[in-house]
């Protein structure tokens, strides 16, 4: 998707290096699991095992690299709540036709979750989709789910 920069280029920014990190770390995920299946047919155990340890670091370190970036070139963390909004929807125009957009979704909370303070973590910010159980009286864990949410639902009225 094409941003228009008149509307808002810190907003529009901020979505590309959003998308950006999160292409390399997807990037460098991809090849070290094509550096894995090597190692194993190799039956390299410890080079395996290392393989594993960095795919795991991998995405961390993008998080954290991804969220200095944007303190660094956009002060993010003293940006107003609508720059942040609109760099949500830039966001998602990114992912239209984007391979691993849920995961990019993710990536973008984890940022922004590194960068603002817990009274931003809801769906005007972040990525959220909530999940609800259907009641079930055959399954302890379900109605206990389904307990909670209706107690939480009353009291929060």
């Known amino acids: 998707m094409l941003i228009p920069e008149y509307y808002n280029p810190v907003a529009r ?3 590309l290096a959003l998308i950006e990190g999160f292409n390399k770390h997807y990037r460098l995920f991809r090849e070290c699991n094509r550096q894995a299946k090597t190692l194993f047919e190799e039956a390299n155990w410890q ?3 290392q393989s ?3 795919r795991i670091q991998f995405y961390d370190d993008r998080v954290r690299e991804t969220a200095i970036r944007l303190s660094r070139e956009f002060h993010a ?3 107003d709540d609508e720059i942040w909004q609109q760099a949500k929807l830039y966001f998602i125009g990114l992912l239209t036709n984007h391979k691993q957009p ?3 979704e993710t990536f973008f909370n984890s940022v922004f979750t590194r960068i603002l303070h817990r009274d931003y973590f809801n769906n005007d910010f ?3 989709r909530l999940k609800r ?3 079930s009286t055959s399954n302890p864990i379900r109605r206990r789910i389904a307990a909670i949410t209706r107690a939480t639902a009353i009291c929060t009225r």
Request: glycine residues 10%.
């Open 52 to 54: 594993i340890r960095d």
């Open 102 to 104: 849920e995961l990019a």
């Open 126 to 128: 972040i990525f959220i």
């Open 47 to 49: 080079g395996l095992q």
């Open 133 to 135: 159980f259907p009641p």
């Open 77 to 79: 963390g003293l940006l």
């Open 13 to 15: 920014d901020i979505a």
